[in-house]
């Protein structure tokens, strides 16, 4: 059997255009003379689709593309995702579905399985799961169809295994056809997976993935094709679209390691958050015009070189804003990074909008020498400010440059440095922003030297660094991460070197105390197993403190 994988990259709702992008893939496997093409879950609506499903029209408009692509069948089998009303129920039930078409019709359907409703999944809410699981027969041989989340059945301890029931009734190859959104290593965790379920039902495996970006998910595509002794025998790349075709009747080696394997942690953190960033723009139809507060510091800076990256220097524009306590050479880097990025970078010296609210606090507050933290924060809002005003006159989105360990500690400002479209480095760690800088230099100078040297700093009061307000940062993450993606107790968090248990108490409390702060900042980017955002549900109002007896 010739197997063409089409890994493509459909925007959610564009009904007819998702539909083009299967015609595609199915006039180039009919071309390669291949004898199915496979495409992702839900590929004519895109995924994740969330609401739109329950909005009137949505399902029978999708069902209309899904009859469109029956002259296409004609030529070579397609199979798809797609929401196709569950038979037997209620009218208004639907099921997550992978549907073979040939011949001008609908011959087979599989509905999916098991449905996800663990961090950003929520697919209860929408289908109904398959109740009844057999193969079909494709070119005369039996074979089996599933749904992403059904071959996730040994990590989940689901008690239905559909890739066993199908194997055992005689399908003599699986298919899953999947939107797996991407977190660091997700692409390796599917590949010895299915490498598993492969050769404990003796069968191959094709794996068929969805890619690019949708709001705050990205999706890696990576598809694959295991062979029945669990061996890799064909690997898309990850982060962009492909198209292969595999004889799964011919002979083949497992491919070497190195054909296989992912690329390093920063290299997929920078792939995946430009591919993350390019796709907000040209999927919601946006010029690709982004606006950055710079700092000098190195957040601002790689936001800026990321979002060089995925949308070109020429659509990117930094705003300087020096005030009553920027160094000089934070406006110093901060210019030099334009010039070693060839972006556009303008000077605005917020001080004297700031010295008009000090004055507008001493009528409103009572005079004094320092208003603190009010003193601080205002001239952050100014920056955010300046920012949504440069915004709305031209046409740009502003990008947020904060990171994800001073999200987790409320180390930002609402209304100031939380403005904007999306919050790029919302998901990464202060450790990682400085991996990316330096994985930007790799090969010359774009983020300068001394950005990547100096005590991180907001500038906001006089000698002011993070330090004074924040553990060191490798203490602050390790505790983070063992919080956030470890989901862990304080009392069960392993106390890093350098500090003690009651700061690790202290840091998850604070961690708790700002949730309200993370409700109201922009879109974050997700690129671990536990991002802020619709994947983390906890509430803004709650007393709970874990006993430390």
Same mark, same amino acid.
């Given at each position: 059997?010739?197997?063409?994988?089409?890994?493509?990259?459909?925007?959610?709702?564009?009904?007819?255009?998702?539909?083009?992008?299967?015609?595609?893939?199915?006039?180039?496997?009919?071309?390669?003379?291949?004898?199915?093409?496979?495409?992702?879950?839900?590929?004519? &609506?895109?995924?994740?689709?969330?609401?739109?499903?329950?909005?009137?029209?949505?399902?029978?408009?999708?069902?209309?593309?899904?009859?469109?692509?029956?002259?296409?069948?004609?030529?070579?089998?397609?199979?798809?995702?797609?929401?196709?009303?569950?038979?037997?129920?209620?009218?208004? #039930?639907?099921?997550?579905?992978?549907?073979?078409?040939?011949?001008?019709?609908?011959?087979?359907?599989?509905?999916?399985? +098991?449905?996800?409703?663990?961090?950003?999944?929520? /697919?209860?809410?929408?289908?109904?799961?398959?109740?009844?699981?057999?193969?079909?027969?494709?070119?005369?041989?039996?074979?089996?169809?599933?749904?992403?989340?059904?071959?996730?059945?040994?990590?989940?301890?689901?008690?239905?295994?559909?890739?066993?029931?199908?194997?055992?009734?005689?399908?003599?190859?699986?298919?899953? %056809? !999947?939107?797996?959104?991407?977190?660091?290593?997700?692409?390796?965790?599917?590949?010895?997976?299915?490498?598993?379920?492969?050769?404990?039902?003796?069968?191959?495996?094709?794996?068929?993935?969805?890619?690019?970006?949708?709001?705050?998910?990205?999706?890696?595509?990576?598809?694959?094709?295991?062979?029945?002794?669990?061996?890799?025998?064909?690997?898309?790349?990850?982060?962009?679209?492909?198209? /292969?075709?595999?004889?799964?009747?011919?002979?083949?080696? =497992?491919?070497?390691?190195?054909a296989v394997e992912d690329p390093e942690h920063v290299v997929q953190l920078e792939a995946g958050l430009c591919l993350g960033i390019g796709d907000y723009f040209h999927? $919601?139809?946006?010029?690709?015009?982004?606006?950055?507060?710079?700092?000098?510091? @190195?957040?601002?800076?790689?936001?800026? +070189?990321?979002?060089?990256?995925?949308?070109?220097? #020429?659509?990117?524009?930094? %705003?300087?804003?020096?005030?009553?306590?920027?160094?000089?050479?934070?406006?110093?880097?901060?210019?030099?990074?334009?010039?070693?990025?060839?972006?556009?970078?303008?000077?605005?010296?917020?001080?004297?909008?700031?010295?008009?609210?000090?004055?507008?606090?001493?009528?409103?507050?009572?005079?004094?020498?320092?208003?603190?933290?009010? $003193?601080?924060?205002?001239?952050?809002? @100014?920056?955010?400010?300046?920012?949504?005003?440069? !915004?709305?006159?031209?046409?740009?989105?502003?990008?947020?440059?904060?990171?994800? =360990?001073?999200?987790?500690?409320? *180390?930002?400002?609402? *209304?100031?440095?939380?403005?904007?479209?999306?919050?790029?480095?919302?998901?990464? *760690?202060?450790?990682?922003?400085?991996?990316?800088? +330096?994985?930007?230099?790799?090969?010359?100078?774009? @983020?300068?030297?001394?950005?990547?040297?100096?005590?991180?700093?907001? /500038?906001?009061?006089?000698?002011?660094?993070?330090?004074?307000?924040?553990?060191?940062? /490798?203490?602050?993450?390790?505790?983070?991460?063992?919080?956030?993606?470890?989901?862990?107790?304080? =009392?069960? @968090?392993?106390?890093?070197?350098?500090?003690?248990?009651?700061?690790?108490?202290?840091?998850?409390?604070?961690?708790?105390?700002?949730?309200?702060?993370?409700?109201?900042?922009?879109?974050?980017?997700? &690129? !671990?197993?536990?991002?802020?955002?619709?994947?983390?549900?906890?509430?803004?109002?709650?007393?709970?403190?874990? !006993?430390?007896?």
């Open positions: 059997m010739r197997v063409a994988i089409a890994q493509v990259n459909p925007v959610v709702g564009n009904l007819r255009g998702n539909r083009r992008l299967v015609e595609e893939a199915a006039a180039k496997a009919a071309d390669a003379r291949a004898d199915v093409v496979v495409l992702p879950e839900l590929v004519l &609506t895109g995924y994740p689709p969330m609401d739109l499903l329950s909005r009137e029209g949505f399902v029978r408009d999708q069902i209309r593309e899904l009859d469109a692509l029956l002259p296409a069948s004609k030529r070579v089998p397609i199979l798809l995702g797609a929401a196709l009303p569950a038979e037997g129920k209620a009218p208004g #039930e639907i099921c997550n579905t992978a549907v073979l078409l040939a011949d001008g019709r609908r011959v087979a359907r599989q509905d999916k399985t +098991h449905l996800p409703t663990y961090d950003v999944f929520d /697919e209860k809410r929408y289908f109904r799961p398959a109740e009844r699981r057999s193969p079909c027969e494709l070119g005369g041989v039996p074979v089996g169809l599933t749904v992403c989340e059904d071959s996730w059945v040994d990590e989940y301890r689901y008690p239905v295994n559909p890739i066993a029931e199908l194997a055992a009734a005689g399908a003599q190859c699986i298919f899953n %056809i !999947s939107a797996s959104p991407w977190h660091l290593d997700k692409a390796g965790e599917r590949r010895e997976m299915i490498s598993r379920l492969a050769r404990s039902q003796a069968t191959p495996i094709v794996f068929v993935n969805q890619v690019g970006g949708n709001d705050e998910l990205i999706f890696d595509g990576g598809s694959f094709v295991c062979d029945a002794r669990g061996g890799v025998i064909a690997s898309l790349p990850l982060f962009e679209t492909a198209f /292969e075709v595999i004889d799964l009747d011919a002979a083949h080696e =497992s491919l070497e390691p190195s999927k $919601q139809g946006l010029p690709p015009d982004a606006v950055i507060g710079l700092s000098g510091g @190195i957040d601002s800076a790689v936001t800026a +070189h990321l979002a060089c990256l995925a949308l070109g220097p #020429e659509s990117v524009l930094g %705003i300087a804003m020096p005030g009553p306590f920027s160094s000089d050479h934070s406006v110093d880097d901060a210019l030099a990074l334009g010039r070693n990025l060839g972006i556009e970078v303008r000077k605005v010296d917020i001080t004297p909008v700031y010295e008009s609210y000090i004055a507008i606090f001493g009528d409103l507050l009572g005079k004094r020498d320092d208003y603190g933290i009010a $003193q601080q924060n205002i001239q952050s809002r @100014i920056r955010g400010a300046t920012l949504m005003a440069v !915004s709305n006159a031209e046409g740009r989105l502003v990008l947020a440059t904060g990171n994800k =360990s001073e999200l987790s500690t409320g *180390y930002c400002t609402l *209304y100031g440095d939380t403005v904007g479209g999306i919050a790029v480095l919302g998901d990464v *760690y202060k450790r990682d922003v400085y991996a990316l800088a +330096h994985l930007a230099n790799r090969a010359e100078e774009r @983020i300068p030297l001394r950005t990547i040297e100096k005590p991180p700093s907001a /500038e906001l009061a006089p000698d002011q660094l993070d330090s004074d307000d924040l553990p060191p940062y /490798e203490v602050l993450d390790a505790v983070l991460e063992q919080a956030i993606e470890g989901q862990r107790s304080a =009392s069960g @968090i392993e106390v890093p070197p350098g500090t003690t248990a009651k700061a690790v108490r202290d840091i998850v409390k604070r961690l708790d105390r700002n949730e309200y702060k993370r409700r109201q900042a922009p879109l974050v980017l997700r &690129t !671990s197993p536990k991002a802020f955002g619709s994947g983390r549900r906890l509430p803004i109002v709650h007393r709970f403190i874990e !006993s430390e007896d």
